[in-house]
């Protein structure tokens, strides 16, 4: 500008100088802009940036499989492909050749294949992000769609067949935006029959219930270890040699479940609540000497394999989240308790004022009108006033102990999500309510901690924390967890157990509430429970609406299994004996049959009534039944006492019956001396005594005892 | 504003009113070997920079669509070599030779642009804004910027005095853009058109234009401006798109969010030279337009600063040159090829870091496209040229 006017040059010089300073106000905005982003945002955009490329989102490791106790699996993951599309890349150049694929025909043509409508097909190729950002776990592939899950192998092998026509009518080298993502799909063999066990993973990949919620930090896997890097198609690189799940495999779960039982108990439960019409209901089998669950079983339940829609009734665990009042079952605790505190003896009268019984406000009614009973008679006629004149004797806080020294009141923490605490309430219980809580009412209990106090009954006493998870193992095989049975806390005398279960076989017995439950040719130690359910609008009880329960084991002199029953809102029919009784007969005795731990004889009722028994198999069977009875020692010779040493009281009555023998009964626990001796004549009048002491190792729980209660040494 | 007193001297000594053209005849090898070598110096580091730039954020998707990971570093090369002869071409000579050219040129880049909106250009991203000559695309928008600045150089030095008039000094000026701009909005190029009218107003200030006839204009187009954003679909979604990225995340603004998280992985420092990860695809055609993303997040804030402080030292060089040229035409063509170069730059940058809504415009130097780095380097040749006028003067 040294050719122009001074003036006009100056002028020019500040014009420029006015736009390069516009300039440096632009340069300096940019400055401030790259610092808000690389340095104020860095960490969240990073973030962001990661999400999309790492491999931990794409990747889902193999998870991990759950194993019932004979390594027959509950759930396992079987590999499976889902199509991914996406139609940014399909509507881009298809390589070289500058061709572009028409989305909509490719949806036409595609939709048939996959079993979709091609509004469908259209509909998910437009949105073109997928949801999967709050679905870890599934292919989260930039700008694609998952057009489907879990393809079979058809489908596959149809998608290739017109991607290879596809190619060749548009004269394409390759096409991009259309491919198969590698994923996982659970499977559950079991299906409905174990799937509040199992639980459930939804379609991507998140643990919905069960044990694959609570166990999903070991199922899983871990998967933060690999680095690999995925570009915007899906592809992995940078990771040569690496292979989905490889080295990242979720552990494996093995349970005390047994399948067999668990289909048996499942089967039979949602065949009788079907038949009566019922709400809901609940089997759990255990055994009861280590408190493993070999079975646990609700009603209604739902096929884990499908996805479940809005219906939460079916995915409900009734057995641990359900509270209910138990009813008469609960006599059996009440009993216990007071047998084993020395409230009561076993040969104790009880006075059930002819089946009409009013204590403050409240009436307490029989089904039977009786005047004397002994405990056995109590629980065999399941005598409501009986019941409650034992609580009363074990007064409020002797109840209470009783209860919780049983586990009630408390979470019995089986790994399923969702337990109910049923707690006590909170104030100390009055007169009125000790009297209703000894036979069940105003009480609230799980069938788990039935089950567990059940469970205690039946192992001498000893209560077994119910067990449902074994071990876990990694991968390799090698150890993660291992849960054996622990050795459980003493709740009651062994020998009070013992008495309590000879007892509890006199209510599947001739004129016991629950002969529905009894199996031919083996002792069943149980009880019934008919509980109204309380009324949902008003005070007191509903007239209509019943929990029917059963609760029981087998074979009584050694348990091997403990089953409860608890069906909830029969229809037809309401009580305990008739609704629950014949699952628990029908489960205990085809168990008892699987284990091998049926008597060779023994022809169930509803044997017969299905199968018509091969008639050499009856015969060889009553053979040896008779050949049995005969053998020498079974049954003492005439006139000479029998040994009753070790017997409890009810087997040392059941031996001396026969003979003609009376006893003379002092003490309890287990037969430690009689007079006369064995095997030496009985006098004229053909009466024993037997002196009784408790098994040691075992201190009774302190009850603060009645006055009138005569307290036995 | 670094006028040496010695040359404010001097021009107080030059008589007025005289004509530029006539009044400094062309001296033969008058200003062999005075070019500004630093200028230079920069413009050759810029351009291996971005060679290098473009290798590392093209080598995947080349690999991908060629099966060779160097396609798109081996053009860029070639390109370069290719700039440099241009830019060799119009350094070896006086710039008052170039006004001679003015028209040829002018005419030339009209017919192209005429050819590309009337259908024989190539699509690309969306728009027709490429011709095919023989092996190489041509994207006659870019030639159309160094032309304008020729001609409006040519034609405001004529002009001289009158440039203060209306129908004179202002009103051909305007229609002359007007036309051009027209032209790139029919490719649709939006991004060139707002180039060219930013250059043709800031020439004519530069010049002396009537700042009311600039700002007249300027609010008289505003209503037409809207218009064009708000009545074009894909412009109105993406003016929606630039207020809102989150919202379009996935269609119109992917690019966009892509380019922002990019930036911002990089962090101060950057993930490294070539390991970028947003280039693998997640960043569509990362060695174009948005070039500067990988750069951000490979080499971080560091990075984007030094290359700011690269083009600041250019735009310095650009600004001093035209202020020491020789006459007014020498100005006009420094002032308007570095506005030209610190435009793209700022609308490239502020795009891709989401301060600006999304322009069609290349980095100078350092996206990959034959056009514009060709004409990119011709424009510097251009400055080359007017400071060794300035010298020799």
Same mark, same amino acid.
């Given at each position: 500008?040294?050719?122009?006017?001074?003036?006009?040059?100056?002028?020019?010089?500040?014009?420029?100088?006015?736009?390069?300073?516009?300039?440096?106000?632009?340069?300096?905005?940019?400055?401030?802009?790259?610092?808000?982003?690389?340095?104020?945002?860095?960490?969240?955009?990073?973030?962001?940036?990661?999400?999309?490329?790492?491999?931990?989102?794409?990747?889902?490791?193999?998870?991990?499989?759950?194993?019932?106790?004979?390594?027959?699996?509950?759930?396992?993951?079987?590999?499976?492909?889902?199509?991914?599309?996406?139609?940014?890349?399909?509507?881009?150049?298809?390589?070289?050749?500058?061709?572009?694929?028409?989305?909509?025909?490719?949806?036409?043509?595609?939709?048939?294949?996959?079993?979709?409508?091609?509004?469908?097909?259209?509909?998910?190729?437009?949105?073109?992000?997928?949801?999967?950002?709050?679905?870890?776990?599934? =292919?989260?592939?930039?700008?694609?769609?998952?057009?489907?899950?879990?393809?079979?192998?058809?489908?596959?092998?149809?998608?290739?067949?017109?991607?290879?026509?596809?190619?060749?009518?548009?004269?394409?080298?390759?096409?991009?935006?259309?491919?198969?993502?590698?994923?996982?799909?659970?499977?559950?063999?079991?299906?409905?029959?174990?799937?509040?066990?199992?639980?459930?993973?939804?379609?991507?990949? +998140?643990?919905? +219930?069960?044990?694959?919620?609570?166990?999903?930090?070991?199922?899983?896997?871990?998967?933060?270890?690999?680095?690999?890097?995925?570009?915007?198609?899906?592809?992995?690189?940078?990771?040569?040699?690496?292979?989905?799940?490889?080295?990242?495999?979720?552990?494996?779960?093995?349970?005390?479940?047994?399948?067999?039982?668990?289909?048996?108990?499942?089967?039979?439960?949602?065949?009788?609540?079907?038949?009566?019409?019922?709400?809901?209901?609940?089997?759990?089998?255990?055994?009861?000497?280590?408190?493993?669950?070999?079975?646990?079983?609700?009603?209604?339940?739902?096929?884990?394999?499908?996805?479940?829609?809005?219906?939460?009734?079916?995915?409900?665990?009734?057995?641990?989240?359900?509270?209910?009042? =138990?009813?008469?079952?609960?006599?059996?605790?009440?009993?216990?308790?007071?047998?084993?505190?020395?409230?009561? +003896?076993?040969?104790?009268?009880?006075?059930?004022?002819?089946?009409?019984?009013?204590?403050?406000?409240?009436?307490?009614?029989?089904?039977?009108?009786?005047?004397?009973?002994?405990?056995?008679?109590?629980?065999?006629?399941?005598?409501?006033?009986?019941?409650?004149?034992?609580?009363?004797?074990?007064?409020?806080?002797?109840?209470?102990?009783?209860?919780?020294?049983?586990?009630?009141?408390?979470?019995?923490?089986?790994?399923?999500?969702?337990?109910?605490?049923?707690?006590?309430?909170?104030?100390?219980?009055? +007169?009125?309510?000790?009297?209703?809580?000894?036979?069940?009412?105003?009480?609230?209990?799980?069938?788990?901690?039935?089950?567990?106090?059940?469970?205690?009954?039946?192992?001498?006493?000893?209560?077994?924390?119910?067990?449902?998870?074994?071990?876990?193992?990694?991968?390799?095989?090698?150890?993660?967890?291992?849960?054996?049975?622990?050795?459980?806390?003493?709740?009651?005398?062994?020998?009070?157990?013992?008495?309590?279960?000879?007892?509890?076989?006199?209510?599947?017995?001739?004129?016991?509430?629950?002969?529905?439950?009894?199996?031919?040719?083996?002792?069943?130690?149980?009880?019934?429970?008919?509980?109204?359910?309380?009324?949902?609008?008003?005070?007191?009880?509903?007239?209509?609406?019943?929990?029917?329960?059963?609760?029981?084991?087998?074979?009584?002199?050694?348990?091997?299994?403990?089953?409860?029953?608890?069906?909830?809102?029969?229809?037809?029919?309401?009580?305990?004996?008739?609704?629950?009784?014949?699952?628990?007969?029908?489960?205990?005795?085809?168990?008892?049959?699987?284990?091998?731990?049926?008597?060779?004889?023994?022809?169930?009722?509803?044997?017969?009534?299905?199968?018509?028994?091969?008639?050499?198999?009856?015969?060889?069977?009553?053979?040896?039944?008779?050949?049995?009875?005969?053998?020498?020692?079974?049954?003492?010779?005439?006139?000479?006492?029998?040994?009753?040493?070790?017997?409890?009281?009810?087997?040392?009555?059941?031996?001396?019956?026969?003979?003609?023998?009376?006893?003379?009964?002092?003490?309890?626990?287990?037969?430690?001396?009689?007079?006369?001796?064995?095997?030496?004549?009985?006098?004229?009048?053909?009466?024993?005594?037997?002196?009784?002491?408790?098994?040691?190792?075992?201190?009774?729980?302190?009850?603060?005892? =009645?006055?009138?209660?005569?307290?036995?040494? | 504003?670094?006028?040496?007193?010695?040359?404010?001297?001097?021009?107080?000594?030059?008589?007025?009113?005289?004509?530029?053209?006539?009044?400094?005849?062309?001296?033969?090898?008058?200003?062999?070997?005075?070019?500004?070598?630093?200028?230079?110096?920069?413009?050759?580091?810029?351009?291996?920079?971005?060679?290098?730039?473009?290798?590392?954020?093209?080598?995947?998707?080349?690999?991908?669509?060629?099966?060779?990971?160097?396609?798109?570093?081996?053009?860029?090369?070639?390109?370069?070599?290719?700039?440099?002869?241009?830019?060799?071409?119009?350094?070896?000579?006086?710039?008052?030779?170039?006004?001679?050219?003015?028209?040829?040129?002018?005419?030339?880049?009209?017919?192209?642009?005429?050819?590309?909106?009337?259908?024989?250009?190539?699509?690309?991203?969306?728009?027709?804004?490429?011709?095919?000559?023989?092996?190489?695309?041509?994207?006659?928008?870019?030639?159309?910027?160094?032309?304008?600045?020729?001609?409006?150089?040519?034609?405001?030095?004529?002009?001289?005095?009158?440039?203060?008039?209306?129908?004179?000094?202002?009103?051909?000026?305007?229609?002359?853009?007007?036309?051009?701009?027209?032209?790139?909005?029919?490719?649709?190029?939006?991004?060139?058109?707002?180039?060219?009218?930013?250059?043709?107003?800031?020439?004519?200030?530069?010049?002396?234009?009537?700042?009311?006839?600039?700002?007249?204009?300027?609010?008289?187009?505003?209503?037409?401006?809207?218009?064009?954003?708000?009545?074009?679909?894909?412009?109105?979604?993406?003016?929606?798109?630039?207020?809102?990225?989150?919202?379009?995340?996935?269609?119109?603004?992917?690019?966009?969010?892509?380019?922002?998280?990019?930036?911002?992985?990089?962090?101060?420092?950057?993930?490294?030279?070539?390991?970028?990860?947003?280039?693998?695809?997640?960043? =569509?055609?990362?060695?174009?337009?948005?070039?500067?993303?990988?750069?951000?997040?490979?080499?971080?804030?560091?990075?984007?600063?030094?290359?700011?402080?690269?083009?600041?030292?250019?735009?310095?060089?650009?600004?001093?040159?035209?202020?020491?040229?020789?006459?007014?035409?020498?100005?006009?063509?420094?002032?308007?090829?570095?506005?030209?170069?610190?435009?793209?730059?700022?609308?490239?940058?502020?795009?891709?870091?989401?301060?600006?809504?999304?322009?069609?415009?290349?980095?100078?130097?350092?996206?990959?496209?034959?056009?514009?780095?060709?004409?990119?380097?011709?424009?510097?040749?251009?400055?080359?040229?007017?400071?060794?006028?300035?010298?020799?003067?």
């Amino acid at each position: 500008m040294k050719n122009l006017d001074p003036r006009r040059a100056r002028w020019m010089r500040l014009r420029i100088g006015i736009l390069v300073t516009l300039m440096a106000l632009g340069a300096s905005r940019l400055v401030s802009a790259a610092w808000g982003l690389q340095v104020d945002r860095h960490d969240a955009l990073e973030a962001d940036c990661e999400r999309q490329y790492s491999p931990r989102l794409r990747l889902a490791p193999r998870r991990g499989t759950i194993f019932d106790r004979h390594h027959r699996p509950l759930a396992v993951s079987v590999p499976s492909q889902a199509l991914v599309v996406s139609p940014r890349q399909l509507a881009g150049e298809q390589g070289r050749s500058h061709r572009r694929v028409d989305v909509a025909s490719l949806a036409m043509r595609l939709a048939p294949i996959v079993g979709m409508t091609v509004e469908d097909v259209r509909h998910r190729l437009q949105q073109s992000r997928p949801v999967s950002v709050v679905h870890p776990g599934t =292919p989260d592939l930039m700008g694609s769609v998952v057009l489907k899950h879990h393809l079979n192998d058809g489908e596959v092998v149809a998608v290739r067949a017109l991607l290879a026509q596809m190619k060749t009518e548009l004269h394409l080298g390759r096409l991009d935006g259309v491919s198969f993502e590698e994923e996982s799909r659970r499977w559950y063999p079991a299906r409905e029959d174990a799937a509040h066990i199992t639980g459930q993973v939804g379609m991507f990949g +998140d643990a919905l +219930d069960g044990l694959e919620s609570t166990l999903d930090e070991h199922l899983k896997g871990r998967n933060v270890e690999v680095q690999g890097v995925r570009d915007a198609r899906g592809t992995l690189v940078f990771a040569d040699g690496l292979r989905p799940g490889e080295g990242m495999a979720g552990e494996d779960v093995t349970l005390s479940i047994d399948s067999t039982i668990q289909m048996i108990a499942a089967r039979e439960l949602a065949q009788q609540c079907q038949t009566v019409e019922a709400h809901g209901g609940s089997v759990i089998v255990t055994d009861p000497s280590t408190g493993e669950v070999l079975a646990l079983a609700n009603y209604p339940t739902y096929n884990p394999n499908e996805f479940v829609g809005g219906d939460l009734e079916p995915r409900r665990n009734r057995a641990i989240t359900e509270r209910f009042e =138990p009813g008469s079952t609960l006599k059996i605790f009440t009993v216990g308790g007071a047998l084993d505190n020395g409230v009561i +003896d076993a040969g104790q009268l009880i006075n059930c004022y002819g089946g009409l019984y009013s204590i403050g406000r409240v009436t307490i009614h029989d089904t039977h009108a009786d005047t004397w009973l002994t405990p056995m008679q109590v629980l065999a006629r399941s005598s409501n006033i009986g019941a409650a004149q034992i609580g009363a004797a074990l007064g409020a806080d002797g109840l209470e102990r009783v209860l919780r020294r049983y586990g009630f009141g408390e979470r019995t923490e089986i790994p399923l999500p969702g337990e109910a605490r049923a707690r006590f309430g909170q104030t100390r219980w009055v +007169d009125t309510e000790v009297a209703t809580v000894a036979f069940g009412q105003g009480i609230n209990v799980t069938a788990i901690q039935m089950a567990q106090a059940l469970g205690a009954v039946a192992n001498q006493g000893r209560l077994m924390p119910p067990l449902l998870v074994s071990r876990i193992t990694d991968p390799t095989g090698a150890l993660v967890e291992d849960h054996p049975p622990g050795e459980g806390r003493a709740v009651m005398r062994p020998e009070s157990a013992r008495l309590l279960s000879e007892m509890l076989t006199a209510v599947t017995e001739e004129g016991g509430t629950g002969v529905e439950a009894a199996i031919p040719g083996v002792h069943v130690a149980g009880k019934t429970g008919t509980a109204q359910k309380a009324n949902l609008n008003a005070r007191g009880y509903d007239p209509d609406r019943w929990v029917s329960s059963f609760v029981g084991f087998a074979p009584a002199e050694r348990p091997r299994l403990a089953i409860t029953v608890i069906i909830d809102e029969p229809h037809m029919v309401h009580s305990g004996a008739a609704i629950a009784g014949p699952v628990f007969r029908r489960v205990m005795e085809q168990s008892l049959r699987y284990l091998g731990a049926l008597p060779a004889a023994n022809v169930g009722r509803d044997d017969l009534a299905r199968l018509p028994p091969r008639p050499e198999h009856v015969l060889a069977a009553q053979a040896r039944a008779s050949a049995a009875a005969a053998a020498p020692n079974a049954v003492p010779t005439v006139g000479a006492a029998p040994s009753l040493l070790g017997l409890s009281v009810r087997e040392a009555v059941r031996r001396a019956q026969p003979l003609g023998i009376e006893l003379e009964v002092q003490g309890s626990g287990l037969v430690v001396a009689q007079d006369p001796p064995a095997g030496t004549a009985v006098g004229s009048d053909r009466r024993v005594r037997v002196q009784l002491e408790p098994a040691g190792g075992y201190t009774p729980v302190l009850v603060a005892a =009645p006055a009138s209660a005569e307290v036995p040494r | 504003m670094s006028a040496t007193p010695t040359n404010a001297r001097r021009d107080s000594m030059a008589p007025v009113g005289v004509a530029p053209y006539r009044a400094q005849p062309v001296e033969k090898n008058a200003s062999l070997g005075r070019v500004d070598h630093a200028l230079l110096g920069v413009t050759m580091l810029l351009v291996a920079f971005g060679i290098v730039m473009i290798y590392s954020a093209s080598a995947v998707f080349a690999e991908h669509l060629h099966h060779n990971g160097q396609f798109f570093l081996v053009r860029q090369t070639m390109y370069a070599v290719m700039g440099f002869v241009g830019l060799t071409f119009f350094a070896v000579q006086d710039h008052r030779k170039l006004r001679s050219l003015t028209y040829p040129m002018l005419g030339v880049t009209v017919v192209l642009m005429l050819a590309v909106v009337l259908g024989a250009g190539h699509s690309g991203g969306g728009a027709a804004r490429w011709i095919r000559l023989g092996p190489i695309n041509v994207q006659p928008a870019e030639i159309a910027k160094l032309s304008l600045i020729v001609w409006l150089s040519h034609s405001l030095a004529k002009k001289n005095e009158k440039i203060r008039t209306f129908s004179v000094g202002f009103l051909p000026h305007l229609l002359m853009a007007g036309f051009l701009m027209l032209l790139c909005l029919k490719q649709p190029d939006f991004g060139s058109a707002v180039v060219l009218l930013l250059l043709t107003f800031t020439l004519l200030f530069v010049a002396g234009a009537r700042t009311g006839y600039i700002l007249g204009t300027f609010i008289a187009a505003m209503p037409l401006a809207v218009y064009l954003v708000l009545g074009t679909e894909y412009r109105r979604r993406r003016w929606e798109a630039f207020l809102d990225p989150a919202r379009f995340r996935s269609t119109i603004s992917y690019q966009l969010v892509e380019s922002m998280m990019s930036f911002g992985s990089g962090g101060m420092t950057g993930v490294g030279l070539g390991d970028s990860h947003q280039k693998l695809f997640f960043l =569509p055609e990362a060695h174009t337009d948005f070039i500067s993303a990988i750069l951000g997040e490979e080499l971080g804030f560091v990075g984007v600063a030094g290359l700011l402080c690269a083009y600041a030292f250019m735009i310095w060089r650009g600004v001093r040159i035209a202020i020491n040229a020789a006459d007014d035409h020498g100005t006009y063509l420094a002032f308007g090829v570095t506005t030209l170069l610190t435009l793209q730059a700022l609308i490239n940058l502020g795009v891709a870091m989401g301060a600006l809504p999304t322009k069609g415009l290349t980095l100078p130097f350092i996206s990959y496209g034959g056009s514009s780095l060709i004409i990119d380097l011709a424009a510097i040749g251009i400055l080359l040229s007017v400071s060794r006028s300035a010298r020799a003067a």
